[in-house]
């Protein structure tokens, strides 16, 4: 079946604007998740969605990201007034339930570009 | 200091030989030791999950886990170009919402 997709796969845009980065998860999965890969840095968790409760947002790096999920299905990533700091790949993941986490299974990313 | 250190590399093998990969970690919360492949401009891929301490294999691949020394392993046999990749760790505990943590990954060179 059709895997986890996002879009855009890139995006420039000017410091201070706005941005919104989509998920698509595998149909069926509860469990959303969104990192954030730097150059040399790994993989930073940013959000995770369960089904109807609510998001874990620990790893919001600050109150200019902001996470939403409609339906238990597509996310949405807002970054808003980005900083050149938020140039990074922004990665989805999803998997079946709370207790199987491990098996995350993540789409190919959105490579940000703040000018 | 980082919960999870990673050689980031690179590491260049010829065709056919044998490749550890490691991972030291500070935290003896965690439970669950996964390794993720990730091709260039692609999202990492899991490749194997260990539990606690212990071996596992899966075709070429170990993963290896020493839980007294905090240290996991992967090692691939007869290496092929095609496993040119970076190779990421990660882990996580067994309580509540299993947030992973990673290394940064190390990048990995087969040459033919």
């Known amino acids: 079946g059709a895997g986890v997709s996002q879009s855009p796969s890139n995006k420039v845009t000017e410091k201070g604007k706005d941005v919104e980065l989509r998920c698509d998860p595998i149909?069926?999965?509860?469990?959303l998740y969104w990192y954030r890969q730097s150059l040399g840095q790994g993989l930073e968790f940013l959000i995770y969605?369960?089904?109807?409760?609510?998001?874990?947002k620990s790893g919001l790096p600050s109150d200019r990201f902001s996470a939403e999920r409609t339906g238990g299905s597509v996310s949405t990533l807002t970054i808003q007034r980005t900083q050149q700091e938020d140039s990074a790949v922004y990665l989805c993941?999803?998997?079946?339930?709370?207790?199987?986490?491990?098996?995350?299974?993540f789409g190919p990313g959105t490579r940000l570009t703040v000018t | 200091q980082k919960e999870v250190e990673q050689d980031p590399g690179p590491l260049s093998v010829p065709e056919g030989a044998i490749v550890s990969l490691n991972c030291t970690y500070s935290?003896?919360?965690?439970?669950?030791f996964m390794w993720y492949r990730q091709y260039s401009r692609k999202g990492p891929e899991l490749l194997m999950y260990?539990?606690?301490?212990g071996n596992k294999e899966d075709g070429r691949f170990t993963a290896q886990v020493d839980k007294s020394s905090k240290y996991i392993s992967l090692f691939i046999r007869d290496s092929q170009p095609s496993d040119s990749a970076t190779y990421l760790c990660?882990?996580?505990?067994?309580?509540?919402?299993?947030?992973?943590?990673f290394g940064t990954g190390t990048r990995l060179l087969v040459s033919p």
């Open positions: 993941a999803s998997s079946w339930t709370r207790g199987s986490s491990y098996e995350q299974y």
């Open positions: 149909s069926g999965h509860t469990a």
């Open positions: 969605f369960q089904g109807n409760s609510a998001p874990d």
């Open positions: 935290n003896s919360a965690f439970q669950y």
């Open positions: 260990t539990y606690s301490s």
């Open positions: 990660a882990m996580n505990r067994n309580t509540g919402f299993q947030k992973l943590v």
